[in-house]
């Protein structure tokens, strides 16, 4: 999928793996929380996105920073000035929100989207 991104001949998109992807990661977090039910009686929402900000927020940090260095040099003019609402979006959590606010839409993947894009699947 980097190899699309990064339009290198010969790489076509990876809906087949995002797909994938997506449904195995709902199995897991529905087997996780489903064993915390059956062990303490209930599931605890706060402990479920604490685990989730521990796990995921240090790359998502990580690749935001990689973008806005990056993007200093290769983003064309619209998405330097998206750029920090986007950001702000994936910090928050909302990207998903942010891109809906916007209308834009994952299907706009292929006229120059947000270098942030993909973090609509943390929201």
Do not use: C, K
């Not at 076509?12 to 897991?28: D, E, K, M, N, P």
């Not at 064993?35 to 690749?63: I, K, N, Y």
Request: glycine share 14%; proline share 2%; hydrophobic share 45%.
């Amino acid at each position: 999928m980097v190899a699309y991104h990064a339009g290198l001949s010969g790489a076509t998109g990876g809906y087949l793996g995002v797909s994938a992807f997506f449904t195995l990661s709902g199995y897991l977090i529905t087997s996780l929380l489903l064993v915390e039910h059956d062990r303490r009686g209930g599931v605890s929402l706060r402990g479920f996105w604490t685990r989730r900000f521990r796990r995921l927020l240090p790359a998502a940090l990580a690749t935001i920073g990689g973008v806005v260095v990056a993007a200093r040099f290769v983003a064309d003019s619209g998405q330097l000035a998206d750029l920090r609402g986007d950001v702000l979006a994936g910090i928050g959590y909302v990207a998903n929100w942010h891109f809906v606010v916007d209308d834009r839409s994952y299907g706009e993947l292929f006229t120059g989207p947000s270098p942030l894009q993909h973090l609509w699947s943390l929201a």
